[in-house]
């Protein structure tokens, strides 16, 4: 792991009224995008040849001749042949000689090597570098093992596919698309191997990532994606701040709940199981009775990453959770950094954000808002790893 104290020392050698904001252009790039030139940073967008065009083209940031922003929020693009190339010496000479601070997204763990973003990138991370890899299922410390600690609720995980005994979630990695999910559900171990045999044979998953897929309960509820943000250096004031909730929608799953029962039953075997992509959000609120079961579920996570994943939550994070019919809130997910869904508030604002803060308060503008209070504050080292 690079030491903090490295990565604090470049971000002093920085100008602060040269700092861009710099991301890994897909995920949740455009909110970080337009909350930091809603905040009067520049922005650097690192983009993939091929997936170029929302950010170089559509939107792209127009300035006039006093640099005032007339339209669009990306003001320069980085094409890269490979996301993974920010990581090349470099990409990271130039981020660095730009003045960047670097937005970790699920994007940047997930297509560039977790132990060279801990070992090898030496720019400075507004957010905890040492809590990505516990994004990755399986890993020793992973967010289950921190939940675990924390005493945080999680669905009941089943050891074996024979103690299945009601609906549970088997999760596990997509056969062709790495990245992505192969999920399904049972409800008993005859079911679990029916399925798995099936969608081993369509080519979903794959028989090695099932014998390391966790199966849990299937909890029935809603899911709310509660986007949170903690400031280490909130100043007279309570550093927990919850932004807003959205929900995704998730293919084919969302096509599959459209159909009427009897029409599920006659798909064809290659249609019969939904497939559990993200491919969108959606806003959500909670019941204002319940705001009070999710504040200690964030205050018990960031109190447990402080002890076991120092210096412990800087910015945003997700707590990904389901509503069971008893209104008992379960972790199923937990991103420790900006949430994938926050592109729905991106502009308008986040509700719970905007009445906190009187004014449009996106997850993208809190971040910036936060380095921008840093730089007026002279703790800048304290937000960045």
């Not at 455009?30 to 091929?50: H, I, M, N, S, Y």
């Not at 089943?158 to 997509?174: G, N, Q, T």
């Not at 019919?325 to 994938?340: E, S």
């Amino acid at each position: 792991m690079i030491e903090r104290e490295t990565i604090q020392e470049i971000v002093r050698g920085y100008e602060p009224e040269k700092i861009k904001v710099g991301v890994i252009a897909s995920h949740s790039a455009l909110d970080t995008c337009d909350g930091a030139v809603e905040e009067g940073f520049r922005t650097l967008a690192v983009c993939q040849k091929g997936r170029e065009a929302p950010y170089v083209k559509y939107f792209k940031a127009v300035r006039d001749e006093g640099g005032n922003l007339l339209r669009g929020c990306v003001d320069e693009a980085m094409v890269l042949d490979k996301f993974s190339d920010v990581l090349r010496e470099e990409v990271q000479e130039k981020l660095r000689s730009e003045n960047v601070l670097f937005v970790p997204n699920r994007s940047f763990s997930s297509y560039c090597d977790v132990g060279k973003i801990e070992d090898e990138f030496v720019v400075p991370l507004v957010g905890n570098r040492s809590m990505l890899r516990m994004e990755e299922r399986g890993e020793e410390r992973d967010y289950y093992w921190l939940c675990e600690k924390a005493g945080l609720p999680t669905p009941e995980k089943y050891e074996s596919p024979d103690e299945i005994d009601c609906l549970v979630m088997v999760k596990l990695h997509h056969a062709k698309m790495r990245l992505e999910r192969g999920f399904f559900t049972a409800a008993s171990p005859e079911e679990f191997r029916e399925k798995s045999q099936r969608l081993i044979r369509a080519g979903v998953i794959r028989e090695e990532d099932l014998q390391r897929a966790r199966i849990e309960r299937y909890i029935v509820g809603p899911v709310f994606n509660l986007d949170f943000f903690y400031s280490p250096i909130g100043k007279g004031e309570e550093r927990l701040e919850l932004l807003g909730i959205d929900w995704r929608f998730e293919s084919s799953l969302d096509g599959h709940v459209r159909l009427p029962a009897p029409q599920q039953m006659t798909l064809p075997e290659h249609q019969r199981e939904p497939i559990y992509t993200v491919c969108g959000h959606s806003t959500a609120t909670l019941r204002e009775s319940l705001l009070r079961k999710v504040f200690p579920l964030a205050e018990k996570f960031v109190e447990a990453a402080e002890k076991y994943f120092p210096p412990g939550v800087i910015g945003p994070f997700c707590l990904q959770t389901v509503c069971d019919a008893n209104l008992n809130f379960y972790i199923f997910d937990i991103a420790p950094r900006i949430g994938g869904g926050t592109n729905i508030h991106m502009w308008d604002g986040h509700p719970y954000g905007n009445v906190l803060w009187r004014r449009r308060m996106s997850t993208g503008r809190r971040m910036a808002m936060e380095i921008r209070r840093a730089i007026e504050m002279d703790k800048l080292p304290e937000i960045v790893t």
